[in-house]
């Protein structure tokens, strides 16, 4: 199982909010595909995938705030 | 690091939202280092990732009237308007070869304004938390980007002119109950926008020490 975790962004930025997921729980995604993007002050960003897989729990939904290493979710390999 | 400075002048948003993204694959895959697209667009009102409809403070109908194109797009931040009056930058850099910094990348683009405005002896401020630059308590420059896989677009929109600052009272800027001003405004003089972009690029090379791409011929590649 690969997690997606909420990376570094820089100097100070110790939260994002999540916008935008490019897919929904139990879908099939590629490595690298783009998995959800977040915003911080006036920038978006994505996350990709780790890994191949299907997308098996999500657990920020758009709205939300996440903290700098909080899991956003699983992938099942 | 070189950049490539693409001049289009006067143009549709939509056709530069294509053209950011097509410039973005080629920075992606290697075949540009980074880029630089300067513009001015037809009247659009763009809404960013976190806008609110009601920021939109007239029907759109509306706005079709006013000949106003509205865009829903992936930059951060709420709803601006843009129009011939603006000076627009939209750097396409690669933060993996500058530093993977996301505030500093802001930051840096607030700095290219105040640098830009001090050159007129204007002192542009930053207020934390409020992404942009101000004269006092009027706005002057607007940021809103996109950044994938830590390569940047969308960027930095200075008013230039008087002519059309009334459109931002279609709409609440950033949100919020903003009043905008320009440099004509506080010059209180004409300002021709094509005499300015030197200046602007000038003021991108010195904050991101980077160095414009030489063909050889001048490098500012006019596209239409």
Same mark, same amino acid.
């Given at each position: 199982m690969a997690k997606v975790v909420l990376p570094e962004l820089g100097e100070g930025i110790d939260k994002a909010t999540v916008s935008y997921w490019y897919f929904k729980e139990g879908e099939k995604v590629n490595e690298k595909d783009d998995l959800v993007e977040l915003a911080t002050d006036k920038a978006t960003f994505n996350l990709p995938s780790p890994a191949a897989g299907t997308l098996s729990e999500i657990f920020f939904h758009e709205g939300d705030t996440v903290n700098v290493g909080e899991l956003l979710a699983t992938i099942e390999e | 690091?070189?950049?490539?400075?693409?001049?289009?002048?006067?143009?549709?948003?939509?056709?530069?939202?294509?053209?950011?993204?097509?410039?973005?694959?080629?920075?992606?895959?290697?075949?540009?280092?980074?880029?630089?697209?300067?513009?001015?667009?037809?009247?659009?009102?763009?809404?960013? =990732? &976190?806008?609110?409809?009601?920021?939109?403070?007239?029907?759109?109908?509306?706005? =079709?009237?006013?000949?106003?194109?509205?865009?829903?797009?992936?930059?951060?931040?709420?709803?601006?308007?843009?129009?011939?009056?603006?000076?627009?930058?939209?750097?396409?850099?690669?933060?993996?070869?500058?530093?993977?910094? /996301?505030?500093?990348?802001? =930051?840096?683009?607030?700095?290219?304004?105040?640098?830009?405005? &001090?050159?007129?002896? /204007?002192?542009?401020?930053?207020? &934390?938390?409020?992404?942009?630059?101000? /004269?006092?308590?009027?706005? /002057?420059? &607007?940021?809103?980007?996109?950044?994938?896989?830590?390569?940047?677009f969308h960027g930095l929109s200075i008013n230039i002119k008087n002519d059309d600052l009334d459109n931002f009272d279609l709409i609440r800027p950033c949100g919020m109950d903003i009043e905008m001003t320009s440099l004509e405004t506080v010059l209180g003089k004409n300002m021709a926008i094509d005499n300015l972009k030197e200046n602007l690029i000038r003021k991108f090379k010195e904050i991101f020490l980077i160095q414009e791409v030489c063909d050889g011929q001048s490098s500012l590649t006019r596209i239409r």
């Open positions: - | 690091m070189e950049f490539k400075v693409f001049d289009l002048g006067l143009v549709n948003f939509a056709k530069v939202w294509l053209w950011q993204k097509e410039i973005f694959e080629e920075v992606k895959t290697g075949l540009l280092p980074a880029a630089l697209i300067l513009c001015q667009h037809y009247p659009v009102i763009t809404l960013g =990732r &976190s806008a609110a409809k009601e920021n939109l403070k007239v029907p759109e109908a509306e706005l =079709r009237n006013k000949g106003i194109q509205i865009y829903a797009i992936e930059r951060g931040g709420d709803i601006t308007y843009h129009g011939p009056g603006q000076i627009i930058a939209y750097p396409i850099f690669n933060l993996g070869h500058l530093k993977k910094d /996301i505030h500093l990348f802001l =930051r840096q683009l607030e700095e290219v304004a105040i640098d830009f405005l &001090s050159d007129f002896g /204007i002192h542009g401020k930053r207020y &934390s938390g409020l992404t942009g630059v101000w /004269i006092d308590k009027q706005k /002057i420059a &607007s940021i809103g980007i996109a950044i994938r896989h830590w390569i940047t």
